[in-house]
């Protein structure tokens, strides 16, 4: 479990817990294999306009709804439900690691269309760093898709539609708002680790265990998030309050980058910063003359860091003009950035200040 100042646990739930016992503050995981809870969709051909601050969520739905589907897991006594979208008419799905990640060695994968047919399908690559996976089912015929928005366009305050399959019941559609923007929520992951949601959309929208793997989308039924996780308050028996209208959405343009390098090598190659560092303690940083930073323990030869100029033993204070005060803010940096993108790198090296433009490579 993880605790936020602002969000008192975000942890993944899958449906099968969800059904036998209630769970406290929860990222809403869909599936089998956790507790956070994503959802994910896809708008088909019509176009949907707002209206009064509202989306027509009867056209939203009509339009979305056959490229929305339901997952089933199983792999010996693990199970569970979350939900995917249709991303390309060859079959592929998009949906979260944590819905799949119990059957990714051995189990068997279902999917659940809108129209009552089943299919079994195949598990293409996952990632657990941005919890996304790509599944794939065998069709004689073109799928509904999902018709990809821009995160990048999200404004806060404007309305948005969920859909997916909340506590395994299909086809469900909720409304609401877009409540924030750019939030980087920490939630478990694969073996113990954790994983970011980095510049997360945040909704009051309600989505709840099930919904993992589906999709937020907006009034013209574009895909512009899939559904990750909600915080929810559990009370003094630990036993969650459910949906308490604070979720939180993997943004498509981050989403649909990692999903076609998943199609594309089953795999995602992150950039990196080629330097080992640890976070400075109060004590150490008052002896640089900062009050926080990141302690350049090496620098890779030849890296990205070495390239532009930084050093071992150099004080990393500020990525992008956002201050370096933990290893995490490495990680979001990197979950949200692709090879050969520039970062604005600010550092302390013998008592003076610094600038500096790194541009990201691959890990070789």
Known sequence: MHQTPSIPWFRRLPLSAVIASAVAVALVAGLAGGWITYLLTRPATTSVAAGAGVCDSTAVA??????????????????GVGSGVIVRKEGYIMTNNH?????????????????GNSSEAELVGRDPKSDLAVLKVKSGKTLPTVELGRSANVLVGQPVVALGAPLGLSSTVTSGIVSALGRNVPVPSDDD?????????????SINPGNSGGALVDCAGQLIGINSAIATIPNEANVSTGSVGIGFSIPVDLAARITEQLIDTGKVAYPFFGVSAVPLPPEAAAQFGVSDGLYLQSVLPGGPADKAGLQRSDVVTLLDDRPATSIAVLSEVTLGKKAGDIIKVTYVRDGKTATTNLTLGTIP
């Open 62 to 79: 009509n339009q979305v709804l056959p490229g929305v589907v339901t997952v089933s897991v199983s792999n010996g006594d693990a199970s």
């Open 99 to 115: 819905v799949i990640s119990a059957a990714a060695n051995g189990g068997t994968i279902e999917v659940l269309f809108s129209d």
């Open 193 to 205: 680790s954790a994983a970011v949601l980095v510049g997360a959309i945040q909704t009051d929208a």
